[in-house]
């Protein structure tokens, strides 16, 4: 694999810095990871550029996880920007999506199928051994899985009837958990025509629907994202409880929906303080980029335009600033605001679109 430098994409920053990984590519086939640095504006294509999508950091801000297009299929490869290095992970199945790190980093989540698996199942690929794993026992129809950084919000799992947790095999649920990790999945539930999705909970040989523990009528809303705080004691969910899409929060004071507007909202980002969630939204007319204080539910603006979208947010480590992808310059680019939506600053300035920003971790 060749890496190479673009230079003159972007002007030099002062006093800003961090590293953002992102995808560019004139086409979706020529879709390339690449990183940008913030204080230089040096580029770096790192990549494949063959499909490359879902770029995700390691926990200690050293390597990437991302999906890339393969002769039978869709990989995973993990590529490290300091070292010069791109590896495939070794696959079961010949199609493998939107990959997620362990808190340990040891370890990478993603939904796999191939001949095998008619239906999505989630796999674990083990970096120390190179061992691929199915977790969630039989279960199919699983995608889209998060770690959870701890086992706090098992807590929130308790029912007063400790018979209806045995039968929910929620002891079992919690003792894998604390051995192996705890993964969170979006689930296909029920038959047709009454199809819908859950936010499952996933152990090696367990995968448990979330929210009829705690809410009788969950079958009835459709579930599209989840995404746990960085301390895992709350998450966030898109649900059209409600009639639209929105955002909820679920913790040890329950459920909340935080975002409660007729517009879709969705795509939350948790800061690095778990306060604030970063989020997509339509409520001014167009696609725009907001942020919610999850313990009040109150909504302020970060970007939005009259004639051009905002949309895909992240925080940068300290919580104090936003990156984006704009398109008001007309090929969608990537931008920067302080998180109140002040100081905004153009990142990218390639020939083709910028997408899928996301920001490094402080290194450990």
């Not at 051995?179 to 029920?190: D, F, K, P, Q, S």
């Not at 579930?223 to 913790?251: H, M, T, Y």
């Amino acid at each position: 694999m060749t890496f190479f430098l673009i230079v003159g994409l972007t002007s030099i920053l002062p006093g800003q810095t961090g590293t953002i990984a992102y995808i560019t590519g004139e086409t979706q086939e020529t879709w390339c990871l690449s990183v940008l640095d913030v204080s230089t504006g040096a580029v770096t294509a790192i990549g494949q550029g063959a499909r490359d999508s879902f770029p995700r950091w390691s926990p200690d801000g050293t390597r990437i996880a991302y999906q890339s297009k393969h002769p039978d299929g869709m990989g995973i490869r993990v590529a490290n920007p300091q070292a010069g290095t791109d590896e495939p992970l070794r696959h079961s199945y010949k199609w493998n999506f939107q990959p997620g790190w362990s808190p340990d980093g040891r370890k990478l989540a993603y939904s796999s199928d191939g001949d095998a698996a008619p239906l999505s199942s989630i796999l674990v690929y083990d970096l120390d051994t190179g061992v691929e794993t199915i977790w969630g026992g039989e279960r199919r129809g699983l995608m889209q899985p998060v770690w959870l950084p701890t086992t706090d919000l098992m807590k929130a799992l308790d029912p007063d009837d400790q018979m209806a947790a045995e039968a929910l095999g929620l002891f079992a649920l919690k003792a894998e958990a604390e051995e192996h990790g705890v993964l969170m999945a979006i689930g296909v539930t029920g038959n047709p025509p009454d199809i819908a999705t859950e936010i499952f909970i996933v152990t090696p040989t367990l995968a448990v629907p979330l929210l009829p523990l705690l809410m009788p009528d969950s079958h009835r809303y459709v579930k599209w994202q989840v995404s746990p705080d960085n301390k895992g004691r709350q998450i966030a969910f898109e649900s059209n409880d409600g009639g639209d899409r929105e955002l909820f929060v679920l913790g040890r004071k329950g459920i909340t929906n935080v975002s409660n507007h007729p517009a879709a909202d969705w795509n939350p980002k948790w800061s690095s303080d778990n306060e604030w969630m970063a989020f997509e939204s339509f409520r001014d007319g167009r696609r725009g980029v907001y942020r919610v204080l999850a313990s009040t539910a109150n909504v302020f603006s970060v970007a939005t335009g009259k004639n051009f979208d905002c949309w895909s947010p992240d925080w940068s480590p300290d919580g104090d600033y936003i990156v984006y992808v704009s398109g008001q310059t007309g090929t969608p680019q990537l931008f920067m605001a302080r998180a109140d939506g002040s100081g905004s600053k153009q990142l990218s300035n390639g020939p083709h679109p910028a997408l899928s920003p996301v920001w490094q971790p402080k290194r450990k």
